[in-house]
Every structure is written in C-alpha cells, then in structure tokens.
C-alpha cells in the first residue's frame, strides 16, 4: 500500500472517526467499506477519467460505500483544485451520474467562501491531500433521513474545529504524514 493511502487512513480514522466529524464513517472504516484510490499525475483529462472510473467501479461494487480519490499530485494549488473540482461535477452530470454520486472536497489549504484562511473551521475540510470523494446520494439521504442531528453536524463540526484551534489540527495532520513510518 502506498505512502499516500497509509496517510489517507491515518486521517480518516484518526480525525474523522476519532472525533465523530463524520459520524457515518465509522461503520464504513470498521466494515472496510471505503475505498482509496490514488492518481498517479496531475493530468486533469486524465483525473477526471479516474473519477468516471470510479464510479462505475463503484456501479459494479455495491458493497463499497465511498471512494476517496486522492490528488498527491498537483493540484496544491487550492483555487485550481476547486476549478478541477467544478469540472468533476459537471462531468458527473455529464455521464449521467448527477443524482447518483456527489462529491465531498477536501484540501489542505481548503477554505470556505467568505472565511479567513486562518479559521480554524476550515480544518473540518483540509487533508494531507486534494481528494474528491466519492459519495452515493442515497446513502446521503438515507443516513440524512435517519440521523436526528443530521442538520447540526456542520455547525458542530465548526464549533469544534474553533474550541480545538489551528494547533490542534496541523499536529493532527502532521501525525497523519508520520504513520507512513509506523
């Protein structure tokens, strides 16, 4: 397994499941109903054919949940990551996957609209990577429908974010990148 995976894990259980920012991802990590898939380039054409790829993968593989398409390369650059990431959208709707999947962004410099880079809310969306996740839209509702706090995720999320600070998140982070050499 890859470098880049082994980091892509070590965030998403020890940030993500540990403190419940997604609170339907652990039962996905326990059953290993995720799936991670690297690009190998910085090609656009050719990441946004990874994407298509994987959803039919996804299509074909019922019993998979999610894919996290992790960008290594390139795509740094956080307001080009978000022109790739409109791009994958339209492109979803394009092969007539709009309804089906929907993409999650993640990013290490990620930002919300009209937040300061420095808010420390914005680590609810940074990863030791650009990733496009791959979620399926019926799972979304279905776990939106029977979750009695689904509204308030968002809002707890950044509450937390703010009482953890910047600190916090860029060990967090850090240590990510470290269970690569565990």
Known sequence: MSAVITEMQAWVSGLIVKYNICPF????????????????????ELVLGLLIEECQWLDE?????TTLVI??????????????????????????????YQLASFHPDYCFADSPASDPA???????????HLLREAD????????????????????????KGTTF??????????????
């Open 61 to 65: 593989h019922p019993e998979t949940a």
């Open 25 to 44: 991802a652990r039962a996905e990590v326990e059953r290993e109903g995720i799936r991670y898939v690297q690009a190998h380039n910085s090609n656009t």
């Open 140 to 163: 979304v509702s279905r776990v939106m429908q029977n979750a009695a706090d689904a509204d308030d995720i968002v809002a707890r999320n950044i509450d937390f974010a703010r009482r």
């Open 71 to 100: 960008l290594a390369h390139g795509f740094g650059d956080f307001y080009q990551y978000l022109d790739v990431l409109d791009m994958a959208n339209e492109l979803l709707a394009l092969e007539g996957y709009e309804g089906i």
């Open 169 to 182: 998140f860029v060990q967090l982070l850090a240590t990510c990148k470290q269970s690569q050499h565990s």
């Open 122 to 132: 914005n680590f609810t969306n940074r990863a030791p990577y650009p990733v496009l």
